[in-house]
Protein backbone atom coordinates (compact mmCIF):
# COMPACT_ATOMS: atom_id res chain seq x y z
CA UNK A 1 0.00 0.00 0.00
CA UNK A 2 2.40 2.65 -1.37
CA UNK A 3 -0.04 5.44 0.02
CA UNK A 4 -0.56 4.11 3.34
CA UNK A 5 3.18 4.58 3.61
CA UNK A 6 3.33 7.67 2.20
CA UNK A 7 1.09 9.44 4.79
CA UNK A 8 3.37 8.54 7.51
CA UNK A 9 6.16 10.39 5.77
CA UNK A 10 9.10 10.99 7.73
CA UNK A 11 8.18 9.45 11.19
CA UNK A 12 8.05 6.33 9.11
CA UNK A 13 11.83 4.57 10.50
CA UNK A 14 10.50 4.86 14.07
CA UNK A 15 8.48 2.02 13.80
CA UNK A 16 6.02 0.72 15.89
CA UNK A 17 8.38 1.25 18.98
CA UNK A 18 7.59 4.41 20.35
CA UNK A 19 3.76 5.50 21.00
CA UNK A 20 1.60 7.44 17.90
CA UNK A 21 1.07 10.79 19.69
CA UNK A 22 5.12 11.34 20.21
CA UNK A 23 5.47 9.94 16.57
CA UNK A 24 2.63 12.19 15.30
CA UNK A 25 4.88 15.21 17.31
CA UNK A 26 7.53 14.46 15.86
CA UNK A 27 6.91 14.25 12.16
CA UNK A 28 5.34 17.97 13.09
CA UNK A 29 8.42 19.13 14.21
CA UNK A 30 10.36 17.80 11.23
CA UNK A 31 7.62 19.17 8.81
CA UNK A 32 7.93 22.70 9.89
CA UNK A 33 12.14 22.26 9.46
CA UNK A 34 11.52 21.10 5.84
CA UNK A 35 8.82 23.23 5.24
CA UNK A 36 9.54 26.41 3.10
CA UNK A 37 10.17 29.66 4.83
CA UNK A 38 10.39 33.45 3.15
CA UNK A 39 13.62 34.63 3.36
CA UNK A 40 13.65 38.03 5.85
CA UNK A 41 16.18 39.43 3.64
CA UNK A 42 15.90 38.72 -0.19
CA UNK A 43 12.27 37.45 0.32
CA UNK A 44 13.14 34.38 -1.27
CA UNK A 45 10.77 31.67 0.04
CA UNK A 46 12.55 28.29 -0.26
CA UNK A 47 13.72 25.51 2.11
CA UNK A 48 16.09 27.33 4.65
CA UNK A 49 19.49 25.35 4.98
CA UNK A 50 20.05 25.11 8.68
CA UNK A 51 23.85 24.78 9.40
CA UNK A 52 23.19 24.08 13.21
CA UNK A 53 21.17 23.97 15.94
CA UNK A 54 19.12 27.47 15.76
CA UNK A 55 21.86 28.48 12.42
CA UNK A 56 20.28 29.11 9.41
CA UNK A 57 21.17 30.03 6.11
CA UNK A 58 18.94 31.35 3.10
CA UNK A 59 20.29 29.12 -0.34
CA UNK A 60 19.97 32.09 -2.62
CA UNK A 61 21.23 34.96 -0.87
CA UNK A 62 23.28 32.94 1.65
CA UNK A 63 22.87 35.40 4.94
CA UNK A 64 22.90 33.52 7.85
CA UNK A 65 20.81 34.32 10.72
CA UNK A 66 20.30 32.56 14.37
CA UNK A 67 16.82 31.38 14.85
CA UNK A 68 14.83 28.16 16.45
CA UNK A 69 16.46 24.86 16.99
CA UNK A 70 14.12 23.51 14.68
CA UNK A 71 12.42 26.33 12.82
CA UNK A 72 14.11 29.82 11.02
CA UNK A 73 11.92 31.89 12.91
ZN1 LIG B 1 17.77 35.21 1.08
Known amino acids: MPSKKKDMGIAKRF ?5 YSLRKRWKEV ?6 EYRCPYC ?9 SVGIW ?9 AG ?3 TPF
Open 57 to 65: QCPKCETIW
Open 68 to 70: GAY
Open 30 to 35: MEKRYA
Open 15 to 19: GPRYG
Open 43 to 51: GKVSVMRRI
